[in-house]
């Protein structure tokens, strides 16, 4: 095992945070001196920085997926995303094919994590089927997963949407619109995509939770738009 693999696998073990004014997780603090090449603050004691060397890190790292704790894997999640690897698809291929059983203490949030931190690949590496096959991700965050497949296939979002908010069993309104931010950012400002939405949910929701909905797309289309 390489050195940096030791040191990554180390790091993101432990809720360790570094610093005299004001703490910083030791997973970013790794980060940010692999990114810049030195420890300038010299809390990371004397360990390898080389970016090469945790790249090749990032890969060999699923191995262990499943012996990992949700915690650790979020730390891992957040150095790949703060180092940049996010953006490089045969890191993103590699951590994809790496096993996350849902069945494991925090399996689900892995895969969502993990479908989270490589979203921003083009062209993406999870195409639409693949996103549906994920069940149990859509079942526990059902708008997290939205997001996601919107990203690849607008469409059938806008379809999942609908049938989320129109659902005589467990509808979720707070949760729609608490994610409404991201949606309409999203649609990087096409507003006829979220008017359609609208006309296709009205009359087939409660009234009271409609207009609710209307005002925080109001409200949020201004925020993205400001």
Not at 31 to 42: I, N, S
Not at 90 to 112: N, P, Q, T, W, Y
Not at 181 to 200: D, V, W
Request: charged share 30%; net charge positive.
């Amino acid at each position: 095992m390489r050195k940096e693999t030791e040191t990554l696998l180390r790091v993101i073990g432990t809720d360790k945070e570094i610093g005299t004014h004001g703490s910083c997780p030791i997973y970013l603090a790794l980060a940010h001196a692999v990114m810049k090449g030195e420890d300038t603050q010299g809390y990371l004691g004397r360990i390898s920085l080389d970016k090469r060397g945790y790249r090749q890190a990032v890969m060999e790292i699923p191995a262990f997926f499943n012996q990992m704790t949700a915690n650790a894997f979020f730390r891992l999640m957040g150095f790949t995303y703060y180092t940049g690897f996010h953006k490089d698809k045969r890191i993103g291929e590699k951590v994809k094919a790496g096993d996350i059983s849902v069945h494991e203490d925090g399996g689900v949030r892995k895969r969502l994590l993990r479908l989270e931190t490589f979203s921003e690949l083009t062209p993406p590496i999870y195409d639409v089927q693949e996103l549906f096959g994920e069940r149990e991700v859509k079942e526990e965050y059902v708008w997290n997963w939205i997001g996601l497949l919107g990203k690849v296939d607008p469409t059938a979002a806008r379809r999942e949407m609908v049938l989320k908010l129109t659902s005589r069993k467990n509808p979720d309104y707070d949760g729609f619109r608490s994610h409404l931010f991201s949606f309409i950012y999203s649609l990087n400002g096409e507003a006829q995509k979220m008017r359609s939405l609208l006309r296709a949910i009205k009359g087939k929701i409660p009234e009271r939770e409609f207009k609710k909905i209307v005002r925080d797309v109001q409200l949020n289309n201004e925020l993205v738009t400001a």
